[in-house]
C-alpha cells in the first residue's frame, strides 16, 4: 500500500515560483503616479487601492483553509492563480476608481490571500523539523517577487503604458502561479490529535473553536498586529520619512525603497533559519526589542542619512522576520492539521496592523503620534513574547480524559 516517495524539494520549487507571482503585488506604488496622470484621479484615492488589496489578502486567509479541503492545494492554488491573473488582466480595462477598487483590490487581494496561505501553511506541514527555515524560504520568495518584478513592472509601465502593464503583469503571474501548483502535493496530518510527547510540552492539533479558547491566541495575535502595523507604516512611508525627518532629497529617499525591500527578505530568511536554533519567541523577543530602539531613534534623536537608514534598515528586516516566524509559532502552538485555519485567524493582525497605522497618522497627526504609539504597542507585546508559552499538552489530555470520561496516563 506505499506509493511513490515524495520529493519534497520540488514541493519547495513549486511553492517558491508560487509565492514569487504571489509577491509581485507589493509594486503595486508603481502603478500610482502613472494612474494619476492618466486619470487625474488623487495620489490618495489611488494608493487606497493597495489598502484594500492587503485588507482583502487578509481576510481571504479565514476561508482558504475551507477552500483547500474542499479541492486540495494544487486545484485551489491553480484556480487562485487564474482568478489573479484574470483580476489584473481585466483591470486593464478599467476607466472608474470603484472597477480598481473591486478588481486588483478586492479581486486581486482576496486570490492572492488565499494561495498564499494555503502554500505556505502546506509547506510547513512537509517540513515539521524546520518550520522557521521553511517558513523563511516561502515568505522570503513572496519577498523576492516583489522585489525582482519592480524592474519588470517599471519597464512594461514604461514601454507599454500603465494600462497595458496591467494586462501582461496579469498573464505572467498566472503563468508563474499555474507553473507552480504543478509540482504542489497535499500533505495530509493523519497523527492522533493528541500528542503523547507531553513531558515536551507539546501541543496537539486545535481546531479554530478550540484555539480561541485559549488566552494564548489573543496574546499571539496581540503581538502580530503590534508587529504588522510598525512594519507596514513605515515601510509605506519609509519616502516620506527620508525627505521630512533626514533631510534628503526626494531622489535619495526613494532609493532607500530598494534597501529596505532587500532587508525585508533577508530578515525573513535569516531568522526564519535562527528561529528552529534559537527557539521563535526569543526572535520576535528581539525583533520587538530592535524595533522599539529604532522608533525610540526616529521619535527623539536628529537624523543624519546614515542612522535614518539603519533604523529603517533593521525595522524592515525585523518585520521581514516576524512575518517568517508567527506562522511557525501557530504551528508550535496549536498544532499542523488545522494551521492554514488557525493562522488564518491570528493573520488578522496584518489586515488589521496594515490600516491602523495609516488610521491613526490621519486621525491623531502625523509621524510622531503614530511612532509613540508603536512604541506602546511594541513595550507590551515585548513583555509579552518573554512570559508567553504554548498551550500544554498535560492540560489538553486532562480536558479530553474528563469529557471523555476516561482516564489517560503521562509519560512521567
Not at 524539494?9 to 509577491?23: A, D, R
Not at 514604461?158 to 502593464?165: K, L
Not at 526569543?282 to 536628529?302: H, N
Request: with cysteine; net charge positive.
Amino acid at each position: 500500500m506505499s506509493s511513490k516517495p515524495v520529493n519534497r524539494w520540488l514541493i519547495v520549487v513549486g511553492t517558491i515560483i508560487v509565492q514569487m507571482g504571489l509577491g509581485t503585488i507589493y509594486t503595486w506604488s508603481l502603478f500610482n503616479q502613472p494612474l494619476v496622470d492618466k486619470f487625474d484621479w488623487s495620489l490618495g484615492a489611488v494608493a487606497t487601492t493597495f489598502s484594500i488589496t492587503s485588507f482583502s489578502l487578509a481576510v481571504a486567509t479565514l476561508f482558504a483553509g475551507r477552500l483547500q479541503e474542499r479541492l486540495g492545494i494544487r486545484k485551489l492554488t491553480l484556480i487562485s492563480g487564474v482568478v489573479l491573473g484574470c483580476g489584473l488582466i481585466a483591470s486593464s480595462y478599467a476607466q472608474s476608481l470603484g472597477m480598481f477598487y473591486l478588481l486588483a483590490g478586492v479581486v486581486v487581494g482576496f486570490a492572492d490571500g488565499t494561495a498564499y496561505i494555503t502554500t505556505l501553511s502546506n509547506l510547513i506541514k512537509w517540513f515539521p523539523e524546520r518550520k522557521g527555515l521553511i517558513s523563511g524560504i516561502s515568505v522570503g520568495a513572496f519577498g523576492t517577487g516583489s522585489l525582482l518584478f519592480k524592474y519588470v513592472n517599471a519597464d512594461l509601465i514604461t514601454e507599454m503604458g500603465v494600462s497595458q502593464a496591467f494586462f501582461y503583469w496579469g498573464l505572467i503571474v498566472m503563468a508563474l502561479v499555474a507553473a507552480g501548483s504543478l509540482l504542489l502535493k497535499e500533505k495530509k496530518i493523519t497523527a492522533p490529535l493528541v500528542n503523547t510527547r507531553i513531558n515536551a510540552g507539546q501541543s496537539r492539533d486545535f481546531s479554530v473553536p478550540e484555539m480561541l479558547a485559549t488566552k494564548e491566541s489573543y496574546l499571539l495575535f496581540f503581538i502580530f498586529f503590534t508587529a504588522c502595523m510598525s512594519g507596514l507604516y513605515l515601510i509605506g512611508i519609509v519616502k516620506d520619512i527620508g525627505v521630512q525627518l533626514a533631510g534628503m532629497d526626494a531622489a535619495t529617499a526613494a532609493n532607500t525603497v530598494s534597501a529596505i525591500a532587500i532587508f525585508n527578505t533577508a530578515g525573513r530568511i535569516i531568522l526564519g533559519g535562527l528561529s528552529d536554533k534559537v527557539g521563535r519567541m526569543r526572535v520576535i523577543t528581539f525583533t520587538l526589542l530592535v524595533t522599539l530602539l529604532a522608533i525610540s531613534t526616529l521619535s527623539f534623536i536628529p537624523l543624519t542619512h546614515a542612522l535614518f537608514f539603519i533604523c529603517v534598515g533593521a525595522i524592515a528586516f525585523c518585520f521581514g522576520g516576524n512575518i517568517t516566524v508567527f506562522p511557525a509559532i501557530v504551528g508550535d502552538f496549536f498544532g499542523l492539521r488545522n494551521h492554514s485555519k488557525n493562522y488564518g485567524v491570528v493573520y488578522q493582525g496584518f489586515g488589521l496592523g496594515a490600516l491602523a497605522g495609516s488610521f491613526i497618522a490621519a486621525r491623531f497627526g502625523g509621524f510622531h503620534t503614530t511612532f509613540l504609539v508603536i512604541g506602546v504597542l511594541s513595550v507590551i507585546s515585548l513583555l509579552i513574547s518573554l512570559l508567553i508559552k504554548p498551550p500544554k499538552a498535560e492540560t489538553v489530555v486532562q480536558e479530553e480524559s474528563h469529557h471523555q470520561g476516561a482516564t489517560v496516563s503521562s509519560h512521567a
